[in-house]
Every structure is written in structure tokens, then in C-alpha cells.
């Protein structure tokens, strides 16, 4: 067997010349890795569940520092050079296809890896050991769910970074699998919508560092920064000062659709607010409601008008002027991009909602029927439309006018569309949240989630930390090689400020204790969510988060 090795600064591949196996991989001068091998597949988007798989050898380039395969499948319909080549950034891939049909999604796969762990910057940080379930496997689309483009694996001694370097907007895919008892990772780039190229291209990089995963983070995130001009969040120009004396939110959920009663009354809640503010100064204490409008959460969204379930007008501006009183900040819930059917816009509207790449209009809907079939409930605006922009800055700013709110959370930034009608959805949203800044440069606009494409527009965020280990947001569940990792805050935390997600458990709930120690884990300001008005406030386990939250640094 002949074989043919590239070498970078701090890794080296072997190549068999007659297949796509790897024979071995170096860090440094150890070997940490034999017997890999790589696999490609080409989806277009009429045969999304049917790959091609790309394994037929035409020809090989050898080169000093340099491999160039000539692939095609079977059929000869798709061609693929495949290079691994020695740069200043480790091992570079590249990949040219042309295909019969346009490609929708090109994968990547390097497998038989001998790691001790994968440690992956999504839903905020998540870390696979080796006991990871045979034939099992996780799949993360970026930068939905994989907030940055990179995944560690860590050896015993050393690790190994998988990474791109793309400062677009194209959509990606990371699956995390064990095979035959090593991890198998898998790397794809979407093609930009409209799908109608039959050329592609893309490239990524292979490289190794040391035995501490945090210089894996830094080598991307020094790349992150400098791409996306990010600084601290506290030289952000719209984070107020105030914002860096929070170390602790108080969640009050307010209106409800399936019943008479609300789970707080706007005079409930002051008086919630008045019994925490014996617990912790209300100056370090982020006052959030949730509900506080219309019927509930998302109800007749973008309308915000305050609920009379729980009071109406008159009792929420009491309740906004009586929090100011005691010194809480006020942040109300919204969603950046909701609107539902029912909304007396909705027909002026409906021609800038989301077009995905399969050429659907895409909104939020969940299964009401347990038929695991969705229903409908509201319409995606495309943020990149100005009108949409236009109407969201009326909206909300006649809210912080009116009542003179300190802050605004925006749900669902973190969504990504591949976009086939309309502007780009990413760049749309930064954009949008961006205008909002600009209008009222004094409120604190923080989102939901977080990546690499937003997180100059987002000082402040929340986490999903709970939903890493969780049945929350349709993960697998609580599974014991699957569990929180800080990644994400320290690659972040820099830039944003994370606070505990809008869904975090009351302390009497059997996740608690979990959902507590991974919040502990990934640095989060500490949230009381109070999802009724019989929840107990005084507990020694918000003590305890009290405690935890003074610690944090500001």
C-alpha cells in the first residue's frame, strides 16, 4: 500500500493513494488515530433522503504538500475533487462538485476517530463522551443549533479542531455519530437557495492543538472576533451600564389562552415584586414577563397591547412605575418575527413571510392533535424586508414610549433560513435588531440563542442550556453521555451576557437540580420563573441562585 502524508504545524495526515482512507493522523508527533477514512454524499433537494455517495477513484494527484482526488459516483452523473493541502491553518480541505441536478447539500465524512470526547458549540455547549450509544447519532444545523462553525475532539493528550473559516450567511451541518465503537464526524454546506447551480464549492480545515479545549476555542474564536468585528459587551453602544449590575432575573408569567384567570394579575405581580426585593436588591434584579400582553405568549402577535386578563393599561403602567419605584429594570417579551393569521395585518403582510429553500412559507406550528402532524400558528416575517422593519420599530417603540420600558426580548433570533425568495434572512435579522438599537438607543434588546452570524447585535441572550441534557426543543432527552459544556459561554461570554432561558424550571421541579448545576456550569445569570401565581418564591434554592448570581462578574 502506498500512502502519502501532509504535514501541518501541528498535525499530519497519512493518505492511502488507492482509497479515501486515512491511515493515520498525528498531533504533533504522536499518533493519535489510525485506520480513519473519508466518505462524501451529494443531496439535492428533489432526494433529500437519498445521497449520493461519491466513491469511485478516476484519479490521484500526488504533490509535496499536497493530495488531489478526481471522485464520481457510480453513475458518473456527479464529479468531485477532493484537495487536502498543507496551509498556515492546519490541513485545508476543498471540494469542487459538478452534479446532474443542483446540489442542495454537500457532506463531508472522516471516520474511525478515536476520541476521548466531542465537545460542541451548540445549545449552549454540549459535551459527547465515548460512551456514547452505538449507532447513535446527533445532528446540528448552524447556526441554529450550532451557534459556530468548529467541533473539538479530544484525545488523551491532545485535540483536534474540524472547522470552516465562512463569513456568509450559507447554512451548515455537523452530525456527531459512534460507529463500531470510534466517533465518525460529518461536515456539509448547504448550497445558497435558489437552488440552481450544478457547480459548488467549499473548504474547511483540520488541525490540532493542545490537551485544554479552550485553545481549540481560541484558534476560531480569533478568527470570530476579528471577522465580525465583535467587542465586549460592555463597550457594545447600546448595552446600558445598568445592564452590567443584573446578576439575577425574575420571570412573572402573566396571561393565559386556557382559562378565565391569568397565572399573575398585573397587581399579583407587585406584589411578587415587593416580596422578592426582601430577598435581593431589585437593582441587580432583572424584572421579565412573559405573557404580560393580549391573551399570552404570541397571541395576536406583533399586537402587544396589555392584557386585560391580567389588568390591562392602567395596571401594567402601575406595575412598570412601581417596579422603577423599588429599582427594578422592566423587560417585556415579543417576538421578533411572529404574526399570526389571525392578525388584522396579516394580508398586507403575508407576501414577506419566510420562503425556505424548498420554496415553503414557514411559520411556528405544533401538534395540538397528537397526530404528529403540526397545525399552523403563525406566520415568519423575513426581517430583511425594510416594511417589516418599518412596522416593528412603531410597534415596539410606542410600547417603550408608553410605558417607559428599560428592555425588549426579542424570541427567536436565533432562527437561520436559506432563503429563496426575499433578502437574506440572516443578515435581515442583524439588521432588524440593529434599527431597533439605533431607534432606542437607550433600551436593552436581547434575544433568544445565539451564534457567531448574530452576536454583535445581541449583548445580552439566553441561554439553552438546559435543553443540551433535556427533552426540551425536540432533543433526544436525558441521556448520561450527552451533558452541558461552558464552550459556548466562553466563546461568547466575551461579547454577550447569557441569562437563563424563557422555559427554566421552578425549583419544585424534579429537572431543577439538573437544569441548576448546567446553568452553574455555563455561567448564566440565574432566573426565578414563576409560572403561577401558587409558586413558592421564598425557597432555599433561590437563595442559593441568589447566592450563585452575586458571584457572577458583571
Known sequence: ????????????????????????????????????????????????????????????????????????????????????????????????????????????????????????????????????????????????????????????????????????????????????????????????????????????????????????????????????????????????????????????????????????????????????????????????????????????????????????DDEFALLVKHAHKLGYKVMIHTNVLAMTFTHPMYEKFKKYQVIDVFDRKQGWAMDMDGDWLTEPYFAYMNPGFKEWGNYMSKVLGELIEKYKLDGVFLDQTLLAFNISKGPDFIEGMVNHIQKLQSSYPKVLFAGEGLHELNVRALPMAQIHGIDSIAEVHGMEGQINWRKAHPISSYLFGKYTRYTAHLLTKHPSHPMFALQEDSYSKLNVIPALCLYNNNQALNMPEVKKMIQRGKKLKG
Open 1 to 312: 500500500m502506498n500512502t502519502h502524508t501532509i504535514k501541518g504545524k501541528n498535525i499530519a495526515l497519512t493518505f492511502d493513494e488507492a482509497s479515501l482512507s486515512v491511515e493515520k493522523i498525528f498531533s504533533g508527533s504522536t499518533k493519535v488515530c489510525s485506520n480513519a477514512s473519508q466518505k462524501i454524499y451529494i443531496r439535492t433537494s428533489d432526494a433529500v433522503f437519498e445521497p449520493v455517495l461519491i466513491n469511485k477513484i478516476n484519479k490521484v494527484i500526488l504533490e509535496e504538500d499536497k493530495i488531489t482526488y478526481a471522485l464520481q459516483d457510480e453513475s458518473g452523473d456527479y464529479k468531485v475533487n477532493l484537495i487536502a493541502a498543507t496551509s498556515s491553518k492546519g490541513i485545508k480541505f476543498s471540494v469542487k462538485c459538478r452534479s446532474k441536478k443542483p446540489v442542495w447539500l454537500f457532506e463531508w465524512k472522516l471516520d474511525g476517530l478515536d476520541f476521548e470526547k466531542v465537545i460542541v458549540p451548540s445549545l449552549g455547549g454540549q459535551e459527547i463522551s465515548k460512551e456514547m450509544t452505538e449507532g447513535s447519532t446527533l445532528s446540528y444545523k448552524y447556526p441554529f443549533w450550532w451557534n459556530s462553525q468548529f467541533v473539538l475532539g479530544m484525545f488523551k493528550r491532545s485535540g483536534m479542531i474540524l472547522r470552516s473559516e465562512d463569513s456568509g450567511t450559507s447554512l451548515k451541518l455537523l452530525r456527531v455519530s459512534k460507529e463500531e465503537e470510534k466517533f465518525s464526524l460529518i461536515f456539509g454546506f448547504e448550497a445558497k437557495a435558489p437552488l440552481k447551480k450544478k457547480e459548488f464549492y467549499a473548504e474547511w480545515f483540520l488541525d490540532s492543538f493542545g490537551k485544554d479545549w479552550k485553545e481549540g476555542a481560541d484558534i476560531h474564536r480569533s478568527w470570530m472576533e476579528k471577522t465580525f468585528n465583535l467587542v465586549p459587551y460592555k463597550k457594545h453602544p447600546h448595552f446600558p451600564k445598568w445592564g452590567s449590575n443584573i446578576n439575577f432575573v425574575l420571570e412573572l408569567w402573566g396571561a393565559r389562552r386556557d382559562k378565565e384567570m391569568p397565572q399573575h394579575s398585573f397587581a399579583q405581580m407587585r406584589d411578587r415584586i415587593d416580596e422578592f426585593a426582601k430577598l435581593h436588591n431589585p437593582k441587580n434584579t432583572l424584572l421579565y414577563i412573559p405573557g404580560f400582553a393580549e391573551h399570552g405568549i404570541d397571541s395576536n402577535a406583533p399586537s402587544y397591547n396589555p392584557s386585560k386578563q391580567c389588568g390591562g
